[in-house]
């Protein structure tokens, strides 16, 4: 181990922060801690995270909230300067996208309610993932915030979130969706020419009323299509700007740490900002066991000799765990030499409650 504990500092011009890493590693609690920190010296911070924990989300402020509404967290005045905290909701940036650039408010509802659009945003490849990027962005046009703290989504390849706004750019692109959505006229026009077969496939699959709704989702979508399609060309510029920096969290075990490593150099091919590595749950080094015979004397009958067996296992245990922890953190400082990696021992419980995120904060983060 280093002698002095590394901790990560951000550029001024740092707008953004992203916080990404393999799932399971304590990623979103890493986001709050750093949300902590920099409130704690005087920032307007909001933390905008995915899915938390339930002990999490009631330290936030977050449990039996609605979505898609920014809460300050309580209590968090007396750390520093008031955290805001956001639950993101994918239908709800979506819907303000369609509100904001819909030809008028009534079609507006009417794309709002229709079946077809509400299944595009629940089951489109990539909508969490440029949902949460574009309500950052939102969030860095309004102004309200010195910094935006995002907890990226927990996808099972994280490099979806990176290519999202491209993936949404190239769907919207598409010459069949252009052709679809380019006037009412024309998407009635389709469907006409495939009045014998394919109509009789519609109505199979749904009805006069599904085909309706899909003739009004291809006329009414395409008034807001051009935002759509605006937003993922600036998602993917406020990725790569300088504005945008990256916390890699990751824990100490073998698995999680060739997954970030993996990702932290596809984060660098991609010219994304990179600040440091969190390397969380790190397991504190034990010295070795005291002989059987020392133990047995400071133990005396109240221990037999097979449950003083069992306890020296499991120190052993807890020592070949320490050990793999320094192993993984020093093949990540050999590995990137410029990235600071601080290495957050274990804490049990996890920290959940303000003060403990706050300490955490402090651990992770130069003032």
Do not use: W
Not at 34 to 51: E, F, H, M, N, P
Not at 211 to 222: R, T
Not at 236 to 250: F, Q
Not at 256 to 279: I, M, Q, Y
Request: hydrophobic share 45%; glycine share 8%; aromatic share 6%.
């Amino acid at each position: 181990m280093r002698g002095e504990e590394p901790r990560l500092t951000f550029p001024a011009d740092r707008k953004v922060l992203l916080t990404v890493g393999p799932g399971g590693v304590g990623k979103t609690t890493v986001a709050a801690a750093l949300g902590l920190s920099a409130a704690a010296q005087g920032r307007k911070v909001i933390v905008v995270t995915i899915d938390p924990s339930r002990r999490l989300a009631q330290a936030l402020g977050l449990a039996d909230r609605n979505v898609a509404e920014i809460v300050t967290v309580q209590g968090s005045e007396a750390l520093g300067e008031p955290l805001d905290c956001l639950l993101l909701d994918t239908r709800a940036v979506f819907d303000s996208i369609v509100r904001g650039y819909s030809k008028s408010d009534e079609a507006a509802q009417k794309m709002l309610d229709n079946r077809i659009y509400q299944a595009t945003v629940q089951y489109l490849g990539g909508a969490l993932e440029y949902a949460a990027i574009a309500r950052v962005h939102m969030l860095v046009s309004e102004g309200n915030y010195d910094l935006i703290v995002l907890d990226t989504p927990p996808t099972a390849n994280a490099i979806d979130f990176l290519e999202a706004p491209s993936r949404i750019g190239e769907l919207l692109n598409n010459p069949a969706a252009k052709f679809l959505t380019k006037s009412s006229r024309l998407s009635m026009r389709f469907l006409g020419l495939a009045s014998s077969m394919m109509m009789k496939v519609l109505e199979a699959m749904g009805g006069g009323q599904f085909i309706g709704e899909l003739g009004a989702f291809l006329s009414e979508f395409g008034s807001a299509l051009g935002e759509f399609q605006r937003r993922a060309g600036d998602v993917a510029e406020l990725l790569v700007s300088e504005s945008t920096g990256v916390v890699l969290a990751t824990s100490a075990n073998d698995f999680s740490v060739r997954e970030a490593k993996a990702f932290l150099d596809v984060l660098r091919e991609r010219g994304l900002h990179v600040d440091g590595v969190v390397l969380n749950r790190v397991d504190v080094e034990l010295p070795p066991l005291a002989h059987d015979s020392v133990l047995q004397e400071a133990f005396g009958d109240a221990v037999d000799a097979p449950s003083l067996q069992r306890a020296a296992d499991i120190y052993d245990e807890a020592r070949e765990q320490a050990e793999r922890s320094r192993k993984v953190r020093h093949d990540l400082e050999r590995s990137y030499p410029d990235l600071p990696v601080c290495a957050i021992e274990r804490m049990n419980p996890p920290p959940t409650g303000l003060e403990s995120l706050a300490k955490m904060g402090s651990r992770i983060t130069r003032s």
